[in-house]
């Protein structure tokens, strides 16, 4: 891939971050236990609920990979558990489990992309929900026991609907007019030429027919509104431009969606934080403790 990704961005500022996945590495941190092999990394499994046994890491659900800046294609580890976030031969990118060593040792990254193992994922096929609950709901009892939840903001977003459409059509902000539209009509994506993205030398780029068809977005954090339902148009891209606002970085520009994407922070109250924590059971989404 050409251009720059919000990694660059982060970089340029020197801003620690990190792309989390789990089965990087097998799960390998520094300093603890034997580093993996080559043929151990990325071989880590799991049973699911349904008992299928299912390997942790999926190389294209990494999208840092597909940059040569930010890219580890030998998944080397970080040096120390005291350099995740920062810039070593991991290059940012992780596994699952270096996340959590630098939480707990007070080092959590100024922004952290999770990815779970496959099994966890939530993706038909190889998940299930209830996979996904106790992925979820771990990570976020985890994160509330650490001294750094006053500061932070879990987003929780999804790739795809499963099959499972909303009843709503989602509006097209970026048209295509090419032979694999099919959105509008043959060969369509919306009539408006004009709405066909258009990179840094002004030519149109087709095939980025959106926005698709709507997915839940959660953020959960003590800075999140309570009880509330936003009616503004976001998308995934609202993510990026979040990180944007919040670390004062400029946008990827060259036609990314990021730019013109709808912000968050209508669900954020930073007037005032929500009282107490939420802490729920990953086995049953029920709750088991609040404070």
Known sequence: MGGPNIGDLLNAQNITWGWFQSGFDDGYVPGVGTPPTTAQICSGTHQNIGGATVTDYIPHHEPFEYYASTAN????????????????????????????????????????????AAYQDGHGGYSDPLD????????????????????????????????????VVSPVLTGSQSSVDALSGTGLCGTNTAAVPKN???????????????????????????????????????????????WSLPTLGNGAADATAGSITPLFNFDEPSAGKLYLDPITGEPNDAS
């Open 73 to 116: 294609p030998q998944h080397l580890p970080p040096t120390s558990v005291a350099m995740i976030g920062h810039q070593d031969q991991a290059n940012h990118q992780y596994d699952l489990a270096d996340l959590w060593a630098a939480a707990d040792s007070g080092n959590l990254p100024a922004v952290s992309f999770l990815k779970a």
């Open 132 to 167: 996904e609950q106790h992925f979820l709901v771990s990570t976020i009892d985890h994160l509330e026991s650490l001294p750094t939840w006053s500061s932070t903001a879990v987003v929780i977003t999804y790739d795809d609907s499963d099959g499972w459409y909303d009843h």
């Open 200 to 246: 840094s030398l002004g030519q149109p780029e087709q095939g980025r027919c959106g926005l698709g068809p709507r997915l839940p977005f959660l953020v959960v954090s003590r800075w999140a509104k309570r009880n509330f339902v936003s009616s503004s148009l976001i998308d995934q891209s609202s993510v990026v431009n979040f990180i944007e606002q919040n």
